[in-house]
């Protein structure tokens, strides 16, 4: 089983990272707060904690092995748990992991249902399922310290920068745009601007004024 893979990220996409670690290149499916954190690290040597799991349907004969990575251990111990939620599994726990570890964990330990329920893939039904089973579980997970390459974003955003960031992604979301389109609109405006966002409605007025 590999459990960890560390080499050279040679590409970055909407859901999925490509690690060369010779004499093989690696894709690991990865939630959309990862690719956020490896945005500045194409060409470097990154590290990826990994879960292999089959993806398919066996009565169609179409299995095929896919990995999942993260940047930390816990990230990854929080993904396992989050995915045994009835309802939940590996496509929609990916989807749904637009904030970080401690906040979404933070959300299911304060039963904020309604914060739940905005995570893409995660409705009010679902949210509730995720905190009646895993409230009494993820205390540690909602202390973990916020990860030090954050801080790459902190000129722009604040100290909040996940939340500026993530409540931007939701709030596309909700106005229609597709979720690659989202990424690709953010991006592009953190990647060409120096302007600070001190909120989310900050960084979506100048999303659409780069968008004109």
Partial sequence: MIVKITGVLVALYDE??????????????????????????????????????????PGQGRLTPRLLGF???????????????DGVGVKKALRAMVRPVREIASAIEE?????LSRLPGVGPATAERIVAKLRRKVPKFALMAARPNEAEL????????????????????????????????????LEGSKKKFKDSADLIQAIYMNNR
């Fill in 111 to 115: 039963q904020d249902v309604k914060s």
């Fill in 16 to 57: 999925r990272a490509i690690i060369e670690a010779p004499p093989f290149e690696y894709e690991t499916l990865i939630p959309e707060f990862t690719r956020r954190q490896l945005q500045g690290e194409l060409q470097k040597t990154i590290s990826l904690f990994t879960i292999e799991y089959i993806d398919g349907n």
């Fill in 154 to 189: 902190v000129s722009q955003c604040g100290s909040d920068v996940s939340d500026v960031v993530a409540e931007t992604f939701e709030a596309l979301l909700s106005l229609g745009h597709g979720e690659a389109e989202a990424r690709r609109m953010i991006d592009s405006v």
């Fill in 71 to 85: 940047l930390t251990e816990v990230e990854r111990e929080f993904f396992e748990i989050f995915c045994s939620v």
